[in-house]
């Protein structure tokens, strides 16, 4: 490969990804090939600037080949031209275009392979957040939550909720990291998972940002809701400007609680202290 000319092995990956009276559809897979070859001839030429350029350009033609095979329908090659245009954008040191490019691959792949999307999705986030730029994923928790609510897997949508209030904190997008931390409760109350929605409760209110926010004096409101039976109070709480102001897919899970029988407890939070027990004489 070291004595490979790097502009004939272009014009080859050119050639092969332009339409003629007698080829009607571009080889992408191999022209990718010569363009990465002609690629690794730069570098070992020292051309390190066109080194970079031409997987840049391989990268464009993956993404080309990617859009091509949403129109047909083509799943696999969907994802798989998209991964490789993600990688091809990483090796040009680029993570935004490379996260953007797996990204594109989930949205289109979300109704016909939903767990394949969830992946893509959860891949494009962690190049972002590996490069610092966590306020550029919020987006993407988002289609990934609306993924999971979608597939009925509400302990992933909460657990990723919680995931982007962490993101949120780490940019000082504050706001946004109590909203996910509210959304996060509404879906476990939508589940019907009092327990576990009062656990995010109260690991959420350690955090003094989100003590002292509108969404925590929502949260709290919705559970002692739920405490005392009390579903006209639920209702309303769950059409309050706070939650009117979290992202859709949550709003319309608020509009729908309660979801299951509820009935009166007795107070045994952390947040209230143990429930007296009359047997106990000690």
């Not at 029988?261 to 143990?274: F, L, P, Q, R």
Request: charged fraction near 25%; charge should be negative; hydrophobic fraction near 40%.
């Amino acid at each position: 490969m070291a004595g490979a000319d790097p502009e004939k092995l272009i014009a080859k990956a050119d050639k092969l990804t332009k339409l003629t009276l007698t080829r009607w559809s571009a080889d992408w897979r191999n022209a990718t090939q010569y363009y990465e070859q002609a690629a690794t001839a730069y570098r070992f030429a020292k051309k390190h600037e066109k080194a970079k350029v031409t997987p840049w350009d391989a990268a464009k033609h993956m993404e080309s080949a990617a859009a091509l095979a949403v129109e047909l329908s083509i799943w696999n090659e969907v994802a798989d031209f998209y991964r490789r245009a993600s990688e091809l954008y990483n090796e040009c040191g680029r993570s935004q275009p490379a996260s953007d490019a797996l990204a594109k691959g989930a949205c289109a792949l979300e109704d016909a392979k939903p767990e394949v999307a969830i992946t893509m999705y959860t891949d494009a986030c962690l190049l972002l957040e590996e490069d610092g730029k966590e306020n550029m994923v919020f987006d993407i928790y988002r289609a990934i939550t609306s993924v999971y609510i979608k597939l009925e897997k509400y302990t992933d949508a909460a657990t990723f909720l919680l995931r982007w209030a962490v993101a949120a904190n780490k940019c000082n997008a504050l706001h946004s990291q109590c909203k996910a931390y509210l959304s996060a409760i509404i879906v476990y109350l939508y589940a019907h998972d009092f327990k576990e929605a009062e656990k995010c409760y109260n690991d959420c209110c350690q955090i003094d940002t989100f003590l002292s926010s509108d969404q925590s004096h929502c949260a709290s409101k919705l559970l002692s809701a739920y405490r005392e039976a009390d579903i006209e109070e639920i209702q309303r709480v769950a059409k309050s400007s706070t939650v009117s102001n979290l992202d859709h897919v949550i709003i319309r899970l608020a509009r729908k609680l309660p979801t299951g029988e509820v009935i009166a407890m007795e107070i045994n939070s952390v947040e209230h202290g143990e429930a007296l027990d009359e047997d106990d004489l000690t």
